[in-house]
């Protein structure tokens, strides 16, 4: 009895000495490794555990795909893994790699769109910045998805791209990028600009183009709301808006802008041709910011029908009342070169 008794602990002792070993290689084994580095890691989104455990194990970071996966089962940490690119140490265990991705912040980018961009304009700057896919970016600014957040009349997302200074995931896709761009304009549009827009009779699309044309022709504070009203007079007395910056874009669309517009330019049949169509044009033809915005909704009281820039390099524009006086301020300002 005193044999058999001594063979049970024996047997238990080996277990335990097993059991001990196990724990080991699941949760303290590291890599053999002289020296330790850093190395970045991206996690894409919908990652799987498999994938994950391969990618840590090819950089160097644990010792077995298969202890790391048994380990995040067992400390229940199998959906802590989040998106993003992150910069790790090699040579560590599984505990302390599950603990570093768990805990790690994923790599960020932070870009500014500045207002008055077209989309085209801000899908180049995204896609540069985030190494994003411009031609699947550029055919999202039609998904039926994106137009239904911008609201009622967008057939494009030109307009609803909202200015701002943003922070994207590295590993953002193009969708993920495109939607926070859009959700960010439709909580900056509230109820009550979407009621001081039907003072004017516009829509929320009206208004989005309208502040557009503003954003366009000046980004001086001191003269959105001048602007503003010279474009409200022109379309209350049945005027052609005669917008240059509607030309660029008509020409941009065209493929045929080249920095300069010229006198035959005027005579294109083009809807977005504002000096032969009456009214808005057809679309937003950049993506204004909220000063514009509000500038369209709250114009000053004025009786200005026209204006010109002064070419002084401050952006300013001189504004008249009736034609003869814009010709002056033409001859004076443009023809004549900036002189007192």
Not at 133 to 148: E, G, Q
Not at 325 to 333: A, E, F, G
Request: net charge neutral; with cysteine.
């Amino acid at each position: 009895m005193k044999h058999k008794a001594q063979l049970i602990l024996l047997a238990a002792v080996s277990i335990a000495l097993v059991g001990i070993t196990s724990l080991y290689h699941i949760f303290d084994a590291r890599p053999i490794q002289l020296d330790r580095q850093v190395v970045a890691i991206q996690i894409d989104k919908g990652a799987s555990l498999n994938q994950i455990a391969d990618q840590l194990y090819i950089a160097g970071v644990i010792r077995s795909p298969v202890g790391f996966k048994i380990a995040a089962h067992l400390l229940n940490r199998t959906r802590s893994f989040y998106p993003g690119n992150y910069s790790i140490e090699t040579g560590l265990s599984n505990s302390e790699a599950i603990q570093a991705l768990a805990h790690a912040k994923p790599a960020e980018q932070t870009i500014t769109i500045t207002e008055g961009l077209r989309s085209d304009e801000i899908i180049g700057l995204l896609s540069r910045s985030l190494d994003l896919d411009s031609l699947k970016m550029s055919m999202l600014l039609t998904d039926s998805s994106l137009l239904a957040l911008a609201g009622p009349g967008f057939n494009h997302l030109e307009g609803a791209l909202f200015p701002e200074t943003y922070r994207f995931l590295e590993s953002s896709d193009e969708y993920t990028v495109l939607h926070k761009l859009v959700s960010h304009f439709r909580n900056k549009i509230t109820t009550d600009m979407l009621v001081r827009a039907d003072t004017f009779g516009f829509d929320l699309y009206d208004l989005i183009t309208f502040a557009s044309l503003v954003e366009k022709e000046t980004a001086r504070e001191d003269e959105r709301r001048l602007v503003s009203s010279v474009y409200h007079n022109r379309i209350r007395i049945d005027m052609l808006l005669n917008c240059d910056p509607t030309i660029i874009y008509m020409l941009v669309r065209r493929g045929e802008w080249d920095g300069n517009i010229r006198k035959r330019h005027f005579s294109i049949d083009d809807p977005y041709n504002s000096y032969m169509y009456k009214g808005l044009p057809p679309s937003p033809i950049a993506n204004p910011g909220l000063a514009s915005i509000e500038a369209a909704l709250d114009p000053e009281e004025s009786d200005y029908l026209y204006f010109v820039g002064k070419n002084d390099g401050t952006g300013a524009h001189a504004f008249s009342k009736t034609l003869r006086s814009h010709i002056n301020k033409v001859n004076r300002y443009q023809r004549r070169g900036n002189r007192p």
